[in-house]
C-alpha cells in the first residue's frame, strides 16, 4: 500500500492559507478606525483581524501549555513505572540465579 506524503499535503495547505491572506489583503484594504482609550489610530481592516487571529493563537497556545506539561511529566512517569515493570518481569521469567533454601519451621534437636 503506498503511503500518503503529509509534507506534500502540509504545503498544498499552507499555499492555499497563503492565498487565501492575500486575498483577504486585498479585499479589506480599507482603513479602519480603532478607539485604544486615549489615542485613536487608522490602520487596514485586514491587518486588524490578522492581529488578532494571532493574538487567539498565541493566548490559546499559552492557555494549553500547563496541561501540555503535566501530561508530558505524567507520561514520563508512567514510561519509568513501564521500565521498571519490564525489569522485574524478566527477573521473574529468568528466574532466581541460585538454588533457594528450604526453610526448616522445626528446629533441630540438640
Do not use: C, H
Not at 31 to 39: C, R
Not at 48 to 59: D, E, F, R, S, T
Not at 93 to 105: H, M, T, V
Amino acid at each position: 500500500m503506498k503511503k500518503k506524503n503529509p509534507l506534500k499535503w502540509q504545503l498544498i495547505a499552507g499555499l492555499a492559507i497563503a492565498v487565501f491572506v492575500a486575498l483577504f489583503t486585498i479585499i479589506n484594504s480599507n482603513p479602519t478606525e480603532i478607539d485604544l482609550l486615549f489615542i485613536k489610530i487608522s490602520i487596514p481592516l485586514a491587518l486588524v483581524v490578522i492581529l488578532m487571529i494571532l493574538l487567539g493563537a498565541i493566548l490559546g497556545v499559552i492557555s494549553a501549555m500547563p496541561s501540555s506539561y503535566r501530561l508530558k511529566r505524567e507520561i514520563r512517569k508512567l514510561k519509568a513505572q513501564i521500565a521498571d515493570l519490564e525489569k522485574k518481569n524478566t527477573a521473574l521469567i529468568s528466574g532466581p540465579e541460585e538454588e533457594p533454601r528450604p526453610i526448616s519451621l522445626i528446629s533441630p534437636i540438640k
